[in-house]
């Protein structure tokens, strides 16, 4: 294994701005790099679910990738998510990844022909792997999204062993117990980064050390403190901070569904368009009715650091 320093604190799964005619903007691309490093976000994980890497194409996938890495410039690890049904478009993305100074690559099952058992996706993975033979790399189990039910736990068991660089699992399920058993593998060799926005609190006191999520982006401040009160033993604070959080997603998800999700970008000056099809166009009723929620709640409070809130501190 590629003996890296574990990926802790809070990974922001970044999104992906669009124009309004379907091209990337990336123009806002530093703007959004440079929110997360002011909001003191460790990470970000690029062209994932978040970012719509399956609705684009290898060569904006690349660009993209690119783009963040460069506007992060050393400040913000950053892992480009590589997975693809196609190993050949995997290995291409995975070396890619790490000839523009990446610091991780990860990635889902093959999602369409899927796996049969652990060793197919081992040896897929393995393969991919290869080809960026000096970037640790992240196996990304999102069993809701790719329907590939290969155990997380046996997958680390044996890509340990085939896997040289293998250097931990993004976790993106509410089973607590099993991602407990993921962390045991080993000696707890692994990182096992959580994805699972809503439930943060649960996974820190389950012993996640490391988050990846969309709503990051959105309410960086919020997050950071239900990682300072954890830490402090203020459960009290990380509860209601949590559930500041569970507010939040379900003003923008019960509206909006996944077509919503970074929309209320919008409120820290970053406009990153709507989402690619198959994901629809939010109505602008829609819009209207996430911001009268958001600011039902507060939500401009508590959010994240503004410019001028820096100034001041």
């Known amino acids: 294994m590629i003996d890296s320093p574990p990926l802790t604190g809070l990974i922001a799964a970044t999104f992906t701005p669009f124009q309004p005619d379907g091209r990337i903007c990336f123009e806002k691309i530093p703007d959004c790099t440079e929110f997360l490093i002011r909001n003191g976000v460790a990470g970000a994980y690029l062209c994932g679910s978040t970012g719509e890497g399956p609705s684009l194409t290898i060569a904006e996938r690349k660009a993209v990738a690119e783009a963040y890495v460069k506007a992060a410039a050393g400040r913000l690890h950053t892992i480009v998510h590589i997975g693809h049904t196609c190993l050949a478009d995997v290995r291409d993305l995975a070396a890619h990844a790490e000839s523009i100074g990446a610091d991780a690559i990860s990635s889902v099952s093959p999602y369409y022909f899927k796996p049969e058992n652990t060793k197919s996706l081992v040896h897929f993975l393995r393969d991919a792997a290869r080809s960026a033979p000096t970037l640790p790399f992240y196996y ?174």
């Open 140 to 313: 990304y189990h999102i069993p809701s999204l790719t329907g590939v039910a290969v155990n997380p736990v046996q997958f680390l068991e044996e890509g340990g062993k085939s896997i040289p660089t293998l250097r931990g699992i993004k976790f993106t399920d509410s089973d607590l117990s099993l991602m407990n058993e993921c962390q045991q593998v080993d000696g707890g060799k692994f990182d096992v980064l959580f994805g699972r926005d809503e439930m943060l609190l649960a996974g820190l006191s389950s012993g996640a050390a490391g988050a990846v999520g969309s709503t990051y982006n959105l309410a960086p401040k919020l997050y950071q403190n239900i990682i300072q009160a954890f830490s402090s033993g203020d459960m009290k604070t990380a509860r209601e901070c949590q559930l500041r959080s569970v507010a939040m997603i379900k003003a923008i998800v019960e509206v909006g569904g996944e077509a919503a999700i970074k929309y209320p970008m919008h409120r820290h000056g970053i406009d990153c368009g709507s989402r690619r099809l198959p994901m629809r166009q939010l109505k602008q009723t829609e819009r209207d009715e996430i911001d009268r929620r958001l600011d039902a709640i507060g939500f401009d409070e508590w959010a994240a650091l503004s410019v001028s809130q820096e100034s001041v501190a």
